[in-house]
Protein backbone atom coordinates (compact mmCIF):
# COMPACT_ATOMS: atom_id res chain seq x y z
CA UNK A 1 0.00 0.00 0.00
CA UNK A 2 0.95 3.49 -0.95
CA UNK A 3 1.17 6.05 2.06
CA UNK A 4 1.28 10.00 1.73
CA UNK A 5 2.49 11.16 5.67
CA UNK A 6 2.55 14.46 6.82
CA UNK A 7 4.23 15.63 10.43
CA UNK A 8 4.50 18.87 11.51
CA UNK A 9 4.20 18.29 15.34
CA UNK A 10 7.30 20.94 16.26
CA UNK A 11 9.57 22.57 14.30
CA UNK A 12 10.42 20.38 11.47
CA UNK A 13 7.78 20.20 8.41
CA UNK A 14 7.94 16.90 6.73
CA UNK A 15 5.79 14.88 4.13
CA UNK A 16 6.94 11.24 2.73
CA UNK A 17 5.47 8.75 0.50
CA UNK A 18 6.44 4.97 1.40
CA UNK A 19 5.68 2.04 -0.42
CA UNK A 20 4.61 -0.49 2.37
CA UNK A 21 4.40 -4.52 1.92
CA UNK A 22 4.03 -7.19 4.45
CA UNK A 23 2.16 -8.13 7.30
CA UNK A 24 3.60 -7.32 10.93
CA UNK A 25 5.98 -10.38 10.88
CA UNK A 26 7.68 -9.06 7.81
CA UNK A 27 6.81 -5.22 6.93
CA UNK A 28 9.13 -3.55 4.19
CA UNK A 29 9.09 0.38 3.85
CA UNK A 30 10.48 2.16 0.58
CA UNK A 31 10.82 5.35 0.64
CA UNK A 32 9.72 7.04 -2.66
CA UNK A 33 9.46 10.72 -1.78
CA UNK A 34 10.52 12.57 1.08
CA UNK A 35 10.54 15.98 2.00
CA UNK A 36 11.73 17.62 5.19
CA UNK A 37 12.60 21.34 6.06
CA UNK A 38 13.72 22.27 9.85
CA UNK A 39 12.46 25.65 11.12
CA UNK A 40 15.42 24.68 13.30
CA UNK A 41 17.61 28.47 12.01
CA UNK A 42 14.22 30.69 12.83
CA UNK A 43 13.93 28.95 16.60
CA UNK A 44 17.74 29.28 17.38
CA UNK A 45 17.49 33.21 17.50
CA UNK A 46 15.20 32.52 20.14
CA UNK A 47 16.90 30.09 21.71
CA UNK A 48 13.49 27.46 21.34
CA UNK A 49 10.63 26.95 19.86
CA UNK A 50 7.61 29.46 19.74
CA UNK A 51 4.30 28.05 18.82
CA UNK A 52 2.82 30.37 16.83
CA UNK A 53 5.97 31.26 14.90
CA UNK A 54 6.47 27.05 14.12
CA UNK A 55 2.48 27.27 12.87
CA UNK A 56 3.16 30.03 10.34
CA UNK A 57 6.49 28.35 9.26
CA UNK A 58 3.96 25.01 8.36
CA UNK A 59 1.81 26.95 6.93
CA UNK A 60 4.03 28.33 4.49
CA UNK A 61 5.95 25.32 3.46
CA UNK A 62 3.96 22.28 4.00
CA UNK A 63 2.66 22.74 0.54
CA UNK A 64 5.20 23.16 -1.62
CA UNK A 65 6.93 20.15 0.17
CA UNK A 66 3.83 17.99 -0.04
CA UNK A 67 4.54 19.22 -3.84
CA UNK A 68 8.18 18.54 -3.65
CA UNK A 69 7.44 15.11 -2.46
CA UNK A 70 5.24 13.94 -4.96
CA UNK A 71 7.44 14.96 -7.49
CA UNK A 72 10.03 13.09 -6.34
CA UNK A 73 7.61 10.09 -5.90
CA UNK A 74 6.30 10.41 -9.54
CA UNK A 75 3.45 8.37 -8.94
CA UNK A 76 1.16 7.52 -11.64
CA UNK A 77 -1.58 9.79 -11.19
CA UNK A 78 -5.30 10.57 -12.17
CA UNK A 79 -6.29 14.50 -13.41
CA UNK A 80 -6.71 17.01 -11.58
CA UNK A 81 -10.00 16.58 -9.44
CA UNK A 82 -12.75 18.76 -10.27
CA UNK A 83 -13.32 20.03 -6.88
CA UNK A 84 -15.73 23.28 -7.66
CA UNK A 85 -18.86 21.58 -5.95
CA UNK A 86 -16.16 20.64 -2.23
CA UNK A 87 -14.48 24.13 -2.50
CA UNK A 88 -16.58 25.36 0.48
CA UNK A 89 -16.24 22.12 2.19
CA UNK A 90 -12.62 22.50 1.70
CA UNK A 91 -12.97 26.64 2.54
CA UNK A 92 -14.78 25.28 5.65
CA UNK A 93 -11.47 22.48 6.80
CA UNK A 94 -8.63 24.96 6.01
CA UNK A 95 -10.91 28.16 7.99
CA UNK A 96 -7.98 28.25 10.74
CA UNK A 97 -5.14 27.78 8.33
CA UNK A 98 -5.80 31.23 6.23
CA UNK A 99 -1.84 31.07 5.26
CA UNK A 100 -2.32 27.72 3.73
CA UNK A 101 -5.66 28.03 1.96
CA UNK A 102 -4.51 29.80 -1.54
CA UNK A 103 -1.02 28.01 -1.96
CA UNK A 104 -3.55 24.86 -1.62
CA UNK A 105 -6.26 25.54 -3.92
CA UNK A 106 -3.55 26.59 -6.84
CA UNK A 107 -1.67 23.26 -5.86
CA UNK A 108 -5.05 21.00 -6.19
CA UNK A 109 -6.17 22.53 -9.43
CA UNK A 110 -2.68 21.88 -11.11
CA UNK A 111 -2.01 18.47 -9.38
CA UNK A 112 -2.99 15.21 -10.92
CA UNK A 113 -4.68 12.63 -8.42
CA UNK A 114 -1.94 10.33 -6.84
CA UNK A 115 -2.22 6.86 -6.56
CA UNK A 116 -1.70 6.43 -3.09
CA UNK A 117 -4.26 4.62 -0.54
CA UNK A 118 -4.37 6.39 2.36
CA UNK A 119 -3.22 9.53 3.77
CA UNK A 120 -1.54 9.77 7.08
CA UNK A 121 -0.83 12.30 9.91
CA UNK A 122 0.65 13.34 13.25
CA UNK A 123 -2.29 13.84 15.67
CA UNK A 124 -0.48 14.45 18.54
CA UNK A 125 1.35 14.90 20.95
CA UNK A 126 3.35 17.88 20.37
CA UNK A 127 2.37 21.60 19.97
CA UNK A 128 -1.54 22.26 19.31
CA UNK A 129 -1.27 25.22 16.60
CA UNK A 130 1.88 23.31 14.64
CA UNK A 131 -0.26 19.61 13.97
CA UNK A 132 -3.44 21.25 13.49
CA UNK A 133 -1.91 22.41 10.37
CA UNK A 134 -0.70 19.09 9.38
CA UNK A 135 -4.28 17.68 10.39
CA UNK A 136 -5.89 20.53 7.97
CA UNK A 137 -3.86 20.25 5.17
CA UNK A 138 -4.41 16.22 5.84
CA UNK A 139 -8.95 16.03 5.91
CA UNK A 140 -8.44 18.88 3.04
CA UNK A 141 -6.64 16.40 0.93
CA UNK A 142 -8.34 13.49 2.32
CA UNK A 143 -11.70 14.87 0.91
CA UNK A 144 -10.62 16.38 -2.59
CA UNK A 145 -9.04 12.76 -3.60
CA UNK A 146 -10.83 10.88 -1.70
CA UNK A 147 -8.52 8.73 0.26
CA UNK A 148 -8.89 7.20 3.71
CA UNK A 149 -7.26 9.13 6.87
CA UNK A 150 -5.14 7.97 9.84
CA UNK A 151 -4.23 9.82 12.56
CA UNK A 152 -0.83 8.90 13.98
CA UNK A 153 0.72 9.14 17.59
CA UNK A 154 4.10 10.72 16.99
CA UNK A 155 5.55 8.79 19.73
CA UNK A 156 4.50 5.84 18.08
CA UNK A 157 6.05 6.78 14.99
CA UNK A 158 9.43 7.10 17.40
CA UNK A 159 9.03 3.96 18.73
CA UNK A 160 8.23 1.70 15.52
CA UNK A 161 10.57 3.68 13.06
CA UNK A 162 13.58 2.35 16.19
CA UNK A 163 12.39 -1.23 14.53
CA UNK A 164 13.40 -0.67 11.32
CA UNK A 165 16.31 -1.82 9.86
CA UNK A 166 17.78 -0.81 6.43
CA UNK A 167 18.32 -3.19 3.91
CA UNK A 168 19.09 -3.13 0.21
CA UNK A 169 17.70 0.84 0.53
CA UNK A 170 14.49 -0.12 2.34
CA UNK A 171 13.27 -0.10 5.64
CA UNK A 172 12.42 -3.62 7.04
CA UNK A 173 10.94 -4.13 10.55
CA UNK A 174 10.47 -8.40 10.87
CA UNK A 175 11.52 -10.48 13.51
CA UNK A 176 10.54 -8.56 16.31
CA UNK A 177 10.82 -10.25 19.68
CA UNK A 178 7.90 -9.34 22.30
CA UNK A 179 8.47 -7.97 24.58
CA UNK A 180 9.76 -5.04 23.58
CA UNK A 181 11.21 -2.12 25.34
CA UNK A 182 11.29 1.30 24.06
CA UNK A 183 12.89 4.26 25.58
CA UNK A 184 11.73 7.31 24.14
CA UNK A 185 13.54 10.46 24.28
CA UNK A 186 12.95 13.75 22.94
CA UNK A 187 12.40 17.55 22.94
CA UNK A 188 9.50 17.11 24.38
CA UNK A 189 9.42 13.05 26.12
CA UNK A 190 11.45 11.07 27.90
CA UNK A 191 9.03 7.68 28.46
CA UNK A 192 9.98 3.99 28.90
CA UNK A 193 7.51 1.94 27.42
CA UNK A 194 6.95 -1.39 26.97
CA UNK A 195 4.81 -3.28 24.31
CA UNK A 196 4.08 -7.33 24.48
CA UNK A 197 1.76 -7.05 20.92
CA UNK A 198 1.34 -4.38 18.46
CA UNK A 199 -0.50 -1.85 19.63
CA UNK A 200 -0.44 -3.07 22.72
CA UNK A 201 1.83 -0.17 24.87
CA UNK A 202 2.49 -0.23 28.79
CA UNK A 203 3.71 3.25 30.13
CA UNK A 204 6.50 1.61 33.06
CA UNK A 205 8.07 5.24 33.76
CA UNK A 206 8.49 8.99 32.87
CA UNK A 207 9.89 11.87 33.48
CA UNK A 208 8.62 14.10 36.27
CA UNK A 209 9.13 17.57 35.06
CA UNK A 210 12.41 17.66 31.80
CA UNK A 211 12.47 15.85 28.57
CA UNK A 212 16.08 14.77 28.62
CA UNK A 213 16.17 16.83 24.71
CA UNK A 214 14.79 19.88 27.04
CA UNK A 215 17.27 19.25 29.65
CA UNK A 216 20.10 19.63 26.72
CA UNK A 217 18.86 22.23 25.43
CA UNK A 218 18.61 24.33 28.75
CA UNK A 219 22.26 23.22 29.69
CA UNK A 220 23.14 24.09 26.21
CA UNK A 221 21.70 27.34 26.72
CA UNK A 222 23.87 27.97 30.05
CA UNK A 223 26.82 27.65 28.16
CA UNK A 224 26.13 29.56 25.22
CA UNK A 225 25.50 26.82 23.03
CA UNK A 226 23.25 27.43 20.16
CA UNK A 227 19.82 25.81 20.00
CA UNK A 228 19.15 22.31 19.84
CA UNK A 229 21.44 21.11 22.21
CA UNK A 230 22.16 17.88 22.32
CA UNK A 231 24.45 17.72 19.14
CA UNK A 232 26.72 21.06 20.80
CA UNK A 233 27.28 19.39 23.87
CA UNK A 234 27.36 15.54 22.30
CA UNK A 235 30.17 17.61 20.05
CA UNK A 236 32.04 18.93 23.20
CA UNK A 237 31.51 16.14 25.63
CA UNK A 238 32.92 13.34 22.44
CA UNK A 239 36.15 15.47 22.41
CA UNK A 240 37.09 14.34 25.91
CA UNK A 241 36.23 10.70 25.26
CA UNK A 242 39.45 9.69 24.40
CA UNK A 243 41.28 11.40 27.29
CA UNK A 244 41.12 10.23 31.57
CA UNK A 245 37.89 9.06 33.10
CA UNK A 246 37.67 12.02 35.40
CA UNK A 247 37.15 14.38 32.13
CA UNK A 248 33.57 15.64 33.68
CA UNK A 249 32.29 17.52 35.79
CA UNK A 250 30.56 15.40 39.01
CA UNK A 251 27.25 15.92 38.39
CA UNK A 252 23.93 14.56 40.32
CA UNK A 253 22.17 11.27 38.91
CA UNK A 254 18.66 12.27 40.17
CA UNK A 255 15.85 9.19 41.30
CA UNK A 256 18.44 6.90 40.10
CA UNK A 257 18.24 4.51 42.74
CA UNK A 258 15.01 4.92 43.66
CA UNK A 259 13.18 1.81 42.60
CA UNK A 260 11.07 3.18 39.71
CA UNK A 261 11.73 3.70 35.94
CA UNK A 262 10.81 7.68 36.35
CA UNK A 263 13.17 10.09 35.52
CA UNK A 264 13.79 13.45 37.21
CA UNK A 265 16.30 15.80 35.05
CA UNK A 266 15.50 19.30 36.62
CA UNK A 267 17.81 19.13 39.73
CA UNK A 268 20.89 17.76 37.03
CA UNK A 269 19.91 21.09 35.42
CA UNK A 270 20.04 23.40 38.43
CA UNK A 271 23.39 21.28 39.62
CA UNK A 272 24.62 22.47 36.45
CA UNK A 273 23.76 26.24 36.69
CA UNK A 274 24.69 26.68 40.38
CA UNK A 275 28.51 24.80 39.01
CA UNK A 276 28.37 27.60 36.64
CA UNK A 277 27.75 30.21 38.75
CA UNK A 278 30.22 29.54 41.71
CA UNK A 279 32.81 30.02 38.34
CA UNK A 280 34.57 33.32 37.79
CA UNK A 281 34.57 32.83 34.33
CA UNK A 282 33.10 29.76 32.11
CA UNK A 283 35.69 29.06 29.63
CA UNK A 284 36.12 26.56 26.67
CA UNK A 285 38.00 24.11 28.94
CA UNK A 286 34.76 24.41 31.69
CA UNK A 287 31.96 24.10 28.79
CA UNK A 288 33.81 21.00 28.24
CA UNK A 289 34.04 19.42 31.86
CA UNK A 290 30.51 20.37 32.29
CA UNK A 291 28.98 19.13 29.05
CA UNK A 292 31.29 15.94 29.57
CA UNK A 293 29.70 15.30 33.26
CA UNK A 294 26.20 16.69 31.71
CA UNK A 295 26.85 13.54 29.26
CA UNK A 296 27.80 11.04 31.67
CA UNK A 297 25.25 11.32 34.28
CA UNK A 298 22.49 11.21 31.16
CA UNK A 299 23.43 8.27 30.09
CA UNK A 300 24.29 6.86 33.36
CA UNK A 301 20.20 7.17 34.54
CA UNK A 302 19.25 6.25 31.07
CA UNK A 303 21.14 2.73 31.17
CA UNK A 304 20.09 2.37 34.84
CA UNK A 305 16.19 3.16 34.20
CA UNK A 306 15.99 1.42 30.75
CA UNK A 307 18.00 -2.09 32.73
CA UNK A 308 15.26 -1.78 35.43
CA UNK A 309 12.33 -2.14 32.52
CA UNK A 310 14.62 -5.02 30.94
CA UNK A 311 14.65 -6.91 34.02
CA UNK A 312 10.68 -6.39 34.99
CA UNK A 313 9.40 -7.43 31.49
CA UNK A 314 12.33 -9.43 30.34
CA UNK A 315 12.41 -7.89 27.27
CA UNK A 316 13.57 -9.44 24.31
CA UNK A 317 13.97 -6.38 22.37
CA UNK A 318 15.14 -3.11 23.33
CA UNK A 319 14.34 0.07 21.39
CA UNK A 320 15.75 3.49 21.72
CA UNK A 321 13.44 6.51 19.76
CA UNK A 322 13.27 9.91 19.73
CA UNK A 323 16.20 12.81 18.68
CA UNK A 324 18.25 12.11 21.87
CA UNK A 325 18.49 8.50 20.77
CA UNK A 326 21.22 10.29 17.87
CA UNK A 327 23.64 10.72 20.22
CA UNK A 328 26.92 9.39 19.67
CA UNK A 329 27.46 8.54 23.61
CA UNK A 330 24.11 7.01 24.36
CA UNK A 331 24.05 4.60 21.18
CA UNK A 332 27.86 3.19 22.38
CA UNK A 333 26.55 3.56 26.00
CA UNK A 334 23.47 1.60 25.10
CA UNK A 335 25.60 -0.97 22.89
CA UNK A 336 28.37 -1.79 25.31
CA UNK A 337 26.08 -2.04 28.12
CA UNK A 338 23.27 -4.36 26.41
CA UNK A 339 25.81 -6.75 25.63
CA UNK A 340 27.30 -7.19 28.88
CA UNK A 341 24.66 -7.00 31.43
CA UNK A 342 21.45 -8.30 29.27
CA UNK A 343 23.47 -10.31 26.46
CA UNK A 344 19.55 -12.28 25.57
CA UNK A 345 18.19 -8.40 24.42
CA UNK A 346 18.60 -7.34 21.27
CA UNK A 347 19.13 -3.68 20.72
CA UNK A 348 17.48 -1.79 18.18
CA UNK A 349 18.43 1.74 17.40
CA UNK A 350 17.03 3.54 14.33
CA UNK A 351 19.32 4.78 11.50
CA UNK A 352 20.52 8.36 12.23
CA UNK A 353 18.02 10.28 9.69
CA UNK A 354 15.15 8.35 11.50
CA UNK A 355 16.19 9.75 14.79
CA UNK A 356 14.83 12.85 14.80
CA UNK A 357 11.51 14.34 13.80
CA UNK A 358 10.54 13.29 10.37
CA UNK A 359 7.53 12.18 7.88
CA UNK A 360 9.15 8.53 7.17
CA UNK A 361 8.43 7.60 10.63
CA UNK A 362 4.71 8.80 10.38
CA UNK A 363 4.01 6.81 7.96
CA UNK A 364 5.75 3.29 9.11
CA UNK A 365 2.97 3.43 12.24
CA UNK A 366 0.43 4.44 10.41
CA UNK A 367 0.78 1.22 7.88
CA UNK A 368 0.48 -0.54 11.30
CA UNK A 369 -2.98 1.18 11.75
CA UNK A 370 -3.69 0.19 8.61
CA UNK A 371 -3.22 -3.19 8.89
CA UNK A 372 -5.54 -3.00 12.11
CA UNK A 373 -7.79 -1.46 9.42
CA UNK A 374 -7.71 1.69 12.06
CA UNK A 375 -8.74 4.73 10.11
CA UNK A 376 -10.32 8.17 11.59
CA UNK A 377 -13.15 9.74 10.54
CA UNK A 378 -12.50 12.98 8.48
CA UNK A 379 -15.03 15.19 10.21
CA UNK A 380 -13.93 14.16 13.99
CA UNK A 381 -10.03 14.22 13.44
CA UNK A 382 -8.49 16.15 16.67
CA UNK A 383 -4.84 17.39 17.11
CA UNK A 384 -4.60 16.78 20.69
CA UNK A 385 -0.95 18.01 22.32
CA UNK A 386 -1.27 15.70 24.73
CA UNK A 387 -1.75 12.38 23.11
CA UNK A 388 -0.56 9.36 25.55
CA UNK A 389 1.18 6.36 23.81
CA UNK A 390 0.42 4.78 26.77
CA UNK A 391 -0.85 4.34 30.48
CA UNK A 392 0.42 2.85 33.44
CA UNK A 393 -0.59 -0.71 34.58
CA UNK A 394 -2.75 -0.24 37.66
CA UNK A 395 -2.34 -3.73 38.49
O1 LIG B 1 12.38 13.90 18.46
P1 LIG B 1 12.84 15.29 18.23
O2 LIG B 1 13.45 15.64 16.88
O3 LIG B 1 11.68 16.32 18.46
C1 LIG B 1 10.71 16.14 19.46
O4 LIG B 1 9.76 15.37 19.21
O5 LIG B 1 10.92 16.76 20.53
O6 LIG B 1 13.89 15.64 19.40
C2 LIG B 1 14.52 16.90 19.49
C3 LIG B 1 15.45 16.89 20.69
C4 LIG B 1 16.08 18.25 21.01
O7 LIG B 1 15.92 18.52 22.37
C5 LIG B 1 17.56 18.04 20.66
O8 LIG B 1 18.44 18.81 21.47
C6 LIG B 1 17.74 16.57 20.91
O9 LIG B 1 16.54 15.97 20.48
N1 LIG B 1 18.84 16.00 20.15
C7 LIG B 1 19.94 15.46 20.71
C8 LIG B 1 20.79 15.07 19.65
N2 LIG B 1 20.17 15.40 18.48
C9 LIG B 1 18.99 15.96 18.80
N3 LIG B 1 20.27 15.26 22.00
C10 LIG B 1 21.44 14.69 22.27
N4 LIG B 1 22.33 14.32 21.32
C11 LIG B 1 22.06 14.49 20.00
N5 LIG B 1 22.93 14.11 19.07
ZN1 LIG C 1 9.84 13.65 18.06
Not at 283 to 296: C, L, N, S
Not at 298 to 326: C, F, H, M, P, Y
Not at 360 to 372: D, E, F, Q
Request: net charge negative.
Amino acid sequence: MRLLSIETSCDETAVSILEATGGTDNARFSVLGNALLSQIDIHKEYGGVYPMLAKREHAKNLVPLLEKALIEANLPGREAPIIDAIDDEIERILEREPDLTELFFTFLRRSPIPEIDAIAVTAGPGLVPALWVGVNLARALSLAWNKPLIAVNHMEGHMLSALACEEDGALVIDDVQFPVVGLLISGGHTEIVSMDAWHSYQLMGATKDDAVGEAYDKVARMLDLPYPGGPEISKLAEATREEAFDAGEKLPRPMINDGTCDFSFSGLKTAVLYRIKKLPDLTDAEKTRIARGFEDAVADVLWTKTSRAIEETGANTLVIGGGVSGNTNLRRVFAEKIAAEHSGTTLRIPPRALTTDNAIMIGIAAYYRALAHEYSNRETLNADGNLALAKRDKS
